[in-house]
């Protein structure tokens, strides 16, 4: 399986970010999409996961900033991100597969939050 991120950047505190993730090379159903991020220092932290079904959930320091949407058509997941705070600040990568513990990764595309 193979992931392509695209959508990282710089912005300024309070600005808006949408990360894009496109999933080929699988011959299964992708039930599970998922962003990550990794800060300088920190570890690995989901932020936010979508099921086939629609169903999200959120990591309590994105919730009612971020919205994660995908096109099962497409097999891709969008990350749309307001309010964005310095502390969004890290390499956020993208993930897919069967469900979360058979999940693939993307390639980290690094958003940056100046304050």
């Known amino acids: 399986v193979q992931l392509q991120a695209s959508g990282g950047g710089w912005v300024q505190a309070g600005g808006s970010l949408r990360l894009s993730c496109a999933a080929s090379g699988t011959a299964f159903s992708i039930n599970f999409m998922g962003w990550s991020r990794q800060a300088a220092g920190k570890q690995r932290e989901l932020v936010a996961s979508i099921t086939s079904g629609g169903t999200t959930n959120y990591a309590d320091s994105v919730k009612g900033r971020f919205t994660i949407s995908r096109d099962n058509g497409k097999n891709t997941v969008y990350l749309q991100m307001n309010s964005l705070e310095p502390d969004d600040t890290a390499v956020y990568y993208c993930?897919?597969?069967?469900?979360?513990?058979?999940?693939?990764w993307g390639q980290g595309t690094l958003v940056t939050v100046s304050s």
């Open positions: 993930n897919a597969g069967r469900s979360y513990d058979r999940r693939y």
